[in-house]
């Protein structure tokens, strides 16, 4: 068990991807500490390891070895049930591509982990609705996705990953499929809502327009972390990593 | 989850409707097809079912099926009425006579004479006249159909429609005259040939001349009497062939599945509307699971449990299913009743339903197989793939 404070423990994580020919080995020992109350990035180069380390902290992806704790609880130690309760019940998820489900409206769509978590329908819309309101979209409740701008698009599936209120939330590139402005826009309703003292945040980028925002970043290369650095003791690591992805 | 699988399948107006219109189709063709077969098998029989009131049908034991005439000589009805446990034994004429229309035509008939004394086995519904018309000098009932169609009179004007026989013309059969005394309605038989009645003396006489013309002893049972032991009984002490009316039934559907093409034609129809419809809804129902696979590995990457996709792709399945198979067996009954007054044959019983509701069942299933393997084979982690 991990101390209360740390959201996720990663010790030694090792996964390998067996392509037929040749095993590609996606993490060698990934060490990582993310606190309760904390938004980490994780950056990297492309297939240096990022998306199968969220994976495997959101419970979606088994590591061949090592240990992954979350919110205290190993995922190994869980029955393929209880894992789906717990990720139900615990995580939220941000994608790249948005990945709503077309044919729900905004709202139906953020009503889908608490219809997920077992309420109600009407009650999980009307839920929902309201956090709709909170990232601004109070009036597009019944619009499709197709209706939305990209930007909406992902605020929608923000008010998604909050609705059920986990205490972890972990966002594939959340930013990078919009311009600047909306870019900008989101992470800062991201900081401002997703952001608590009991919750953690992971946040999977390439996008060095937002690494500001971040308490942490983690860089990634080669399936390891080379560092771990604290953003506001290292005011210049933007440019770093700029470099580096 | 339930109402997230509805969404998800009605959100995409043409793949759905691609679905259920396979659907559709498949049960249409596995009930309009088989229901013309079931009609045409009941045609074949419809002589046996009109003639209705015998219990038994006495016959030469090489008949095949009820069109099968071979005639017994006279005498042999006596015999049959010694048999111990007969009520009453009547003879039936069956046989084709050719008949000269008004205008020098000769149209072959379907001859039935009828127990002078009793008419048993007459047409079941008269629409004009009564069945004792035919004591009337020449007297003959002609069928509605044939009436009709086959033994109408020409046009009066040209290009008009033809004139339907009616109450009060004349006929000539085997160079006799035959006066239509009444026209009744008759089950369509499988020959689709007019049907004539007249008494058994006159049928005699109509008939071309053979030493032997007893077509069937038509035999009721007396009150009480066990119908099979009686049946043995006839077989047993006058050596000609009894069958109970559904015997005599079954022997002649027997026949025609056994010496014609129909049951193989219309069986292909059937595979093929099966194979067609399990295709197009199979193959558009595994490309409609196959796009949406990603938003199946969201909602698995959110906690949702395999069983429940899985149940969120049957109630997908059985709902299209539903509406596909509610369709086809809609257009079928449909498609029977704009046909009911047609020469076209259509019976559609209940087993038919429960058959071709099996067929869109077994579509379905395997529809629904095919793309819960699929599902309950996703990784959630392909969520996060761009």
């Known amino acids: 068990m991990t101390t209360p404070e740390l959201a996720v423990k990663c010790r030694q994580l090792l996964k390998t991807y067996d392509t037929g020919d040749q095993k590609i080995t996606a993490l060698q020992g990934i060490d990582l500490d993310v606190h309760l109350g904390e938004l980490m990035m994780l950056v990297g180069p492309s297939g240096c390891g990022k998306t199968t380390l969220i994976s495997v902290i959101a419970g979606i992806l088994d590591q061949d070895s090592g240990q992954c704790d979350v919110l205290g609880v190993d995922w190994l130690q869980l029955s393929s049930k209880n894992k789906l309760l717990f990720r139900a019940q615990n995580i939220g998820f941000v994608f790249q591509a948005y990945n709503l489900l077309p044919t729900l409206t905004a709202a139906e769509n953020v009503a889908v982990p608490l219809i997920i978590n077992g309420l109600k329908r009407q009650l999980a819309v009307r839920k929902a609705a309201e956090l709709l309101e909170k990232v601004g979209l109070a009036k597009r409740a019944e619009s499709l996705p197709s209706q939305l701008s990209g930007g909406q698009q992902q605020r929608v599936a923000i008010a998604r990953a909050l609705v059920h209120n986990p205490r972890l939330i972990v966002c594939d590139e959340p930013t990078s499929a919009l311009d600047h402005q909306t870019g900008i826009h989101v992470i800062e309703l991201l900081k401002s809502v997703a952001v608590a003292s009991d919750r953690a945040l992971i946040i999977v980028t390439h996008d060095a327009r937002i690494f500001d925002y971040a308490d942490r970043i983690a860089k990634m290369d080669d399936g390891r972390i080379d560092s771990v650095t604290v953003v506001t003791q290292h005011p210049q690591f933007n440019k770093e990593v700029e470099n580096v992805t | 989850m339930n109402y997230i699988a509805l969404k998800m399948l009605m959100g995409d107006r043409g793949k759905y ?370």
């Open chain 2, 17 to 386: 409707l691609g679905i259920v219109m396979g659907l559709t189709f498949a049960s249409l063709i596995m009930t309009q097809q088989p229901a013309i077969f079931v009609g045409l098998m009941a045609r074949s029989f419809s002589f046996i079912s009109d003639v209705g009131l015998p219990d038994i049908w006495v016959m030469d034991p090489k008949v095949q099926f009820v069109d099968d005439i071979k005639p017994l000589q006279d005498t042999e009805l006596y015999r049959v009425r010694g048999v111990e446990g007969v009520d009453w034994a009547m003879p039936l004429y069956k046989g084709m006579i050719k008949a000269r229309l008004y205008d020098g035509t000769f149209q072959t008939c379907n001859v039935t004479g009828l127990d002078d004394t009793t008419l048993i086995g007459g047409p079941p519904v008269m629409l004009k006249g009564k069945l004792e018309d035919l004591r009337r000098s020449d007297g003959v009932i002609v069928d509605i159909d044939g009436a009709r169609d086959k033994l109408a009179k020409k046009p009066t004007v040209n290009g008009g429609k033809p004139v339907p026989l009616d109450v009060g013309d004349t006929l000539e059969l085997n160079d006799r005259r035959a006066v239509v005394v009444g026209i009744a309605k008759n089950t369509r038989t499988f020959q689709s040939q007019p049907i004539i009645y007249t008494t058994y003396s006159r049928a005699m006489l109509y008939a071309p001349r053979e030493r032997k013309l007893l077509s069937f002893v038509l035999v009721k049972a007396k009150p009480g009497e066990d119908i099979a032991r009686l049946v043995q009984r006839i077989r047993d002490s006058t050596g000609l062939a009894a069958y109970t009316q559904d015997e005599f039934k079954t022997l002649t559907v027997n026949y025609f599945l056994k010496n014609t093409g129909i049951p193989i034609n219309f069986g292909i129809s059937v595979l093929l509307g099966f194979i067609v419809g399990a295709a197009i809804a199979g193959q558009t129902f595994y490309n409609f699971t196959l796009e949406n696979l990603r938003q199946f590995g969201v909602l698995k990457a959110m906690g949702t449990s395999n069983w429940v996709l899985l149940r969120m792709i049957l109630l997908q399945a059985v709902l299209v299913g539903s509406i596909g198979y509610g369709m086809g067996v809609g257009l079928t009954a449909l498609f029977g009743y704009a046909m009911r007054n047609t020469i076209l044959a259509f019976k559609f019983p209940w087993q038919l339903l429960v058959f071709s509701a099996t067929g869109v069942t077994l579509i379905v299933a395997f529809a629904a197989l095919i793309s819960i393997r699929k599902v309950i084979k996703l990784e959630p982690a392909v969520v996060f793939k761009g």
